[in-house]
C-alpha cells in the first residue's frame, strides 16, 4: 500500500518527504501551501489541531513528525536510518533523535516569538532564551566536530530530525549560524545527500537550502503580523 505524505510547505513536514526518499519508499506526495502564513483548510481536515505533517497509510491517519518517522522506520524501515538496543550507539542515537524536538525546536520557536512579538530584546527573558539557544548550537557544534553524523559515521533518522531546526526553521527565527564551522560542514554534507536533494526538488523546490551561516529573511514580516494580530 503506497502511503500518502501531506507535506505543507516550509514547515517540518519535509523531514518525512525526506525520510521516504532516503528509505526508497513508495508514496505519494500532497503539496499543501501556507494560506497565506498559517496552515490551510486542507490541512485542518485531516488533523483538527491544523498541523502538518500528516500521513495517511491505510486506515491510519498520524499526525507529529517524531511519531511518523518511528512509525514509518518501524513499519517500513526495515532496520535502516535507526539503532536498536543492541547497538552500541543506541543511547547517543535516541537522545538526538528526541534533541531536535525536544530542545532546539522550540528554542528557535521561543526566541522567534519573543524577537517578533515586540519583547525587551535587552530584557532578562529574551537574553536568557538566547543564550539557552546559543549553548544548544555549542553543545551540537562541539559534538559534530569529532563526528560526520549526529551519531558517529552512521546518517541516521537523528539527522532527518535535527535539520529542519538549523535550516528551514531559520526563515521564522531569523537566527545566525555564523560562527558554528562544525554545523555548516554538517549542513553541507546534508545538502549532497541525494535524498535530501530529491525531497526539496518535490516538496520545496523553490526554497533556498540556507546551509550557509547568514540568517534567510523569508516569512519575517509575515511572522509579525501573525503574532501581533
Known amino acids: 500500500m503506497t502511503i500518502i505524505i501531506h ?20 508514496y505519494k506526495l500532497v503539496i499543501h501551501k501556507r494560506d497565506p502564513f498559517l496552515s490551510p483548510q486542507s490541512i485542518k481536515d485531516l488533523n483538527v489541531l491544523g498541523q502538518a505533517p500528516v500521513i495517511q497509510d491505510g486506515d491510519v491517519t498520524l499526525a507529529e513528525s517524531g511519531a511518523i518517522i518511528d512509525y514509518i522506520l518501524q513499519k517500513y524501515g526495515s532496520g535502516q536510518l535507526a539503532m536498536g538496543p543492541s547497538h552500541p550507539a543506541f543511547s547517543q ?23 517578533h512579538g515586540g519583547a525587551d530584546t535587552e530584557g532578562f527573558h529574551y537574553k536568557r532564551h538566547v543564550s539557552q539557544l546559543t549553548r544548544f548550537l555549542h553543545f551540537m ?62 516538496g520545496d523546490p523553490e526554497l533556498p537550502l540556507m546551509i550557509n551561516g547568514e540568517p534567510p529573511a523569508q516569512f ?8 501581533k494580530g
Open 7 to 26: 507535506h505543507l510547505q516550509v514547515s517540518q513536514s519535509e523531514r518525512i518527504v525526506w525520510l521516504a526518499e532516503e528509505l526508497g519508499l513508495d
Open 93 to 115: 542515537y535516541l537522545y538526538w533523535l528526541h534533541f531536535a524536538n525536544g530542545n532546539l525546536h522550540p528554542q528557535f520557536s521561543r526566541v522567534m516569538v519573543l524577537k
Open 141 to 202: 557544534d562541539d559534538h559534530l566536530r569529532d563526528n560526520k553524523w549526529l551519531v558517529g559515521d552512521t546518517f541516521t533518522a537523528a539527522d532527518v530530525m535535527n535539520v529542519f531546526p538549523l535550516t528551514t526553521m531559520r526563515t521564522f527565527s531569523g537566527e545566525s549560524l555564523l560562527g558554528y564551522g562544525n554545523i555548516l560542514r554538517y549542513l553541507k554534507d546534508i545538502s549532497s545527500r541525494l535524498g535530501y536533494q530529491d525531497a526539496r526538488a518535490k
Open 220 to 227: 519575517l514580516e509575515n511572522i509579525k503580523l501573525e503574532i
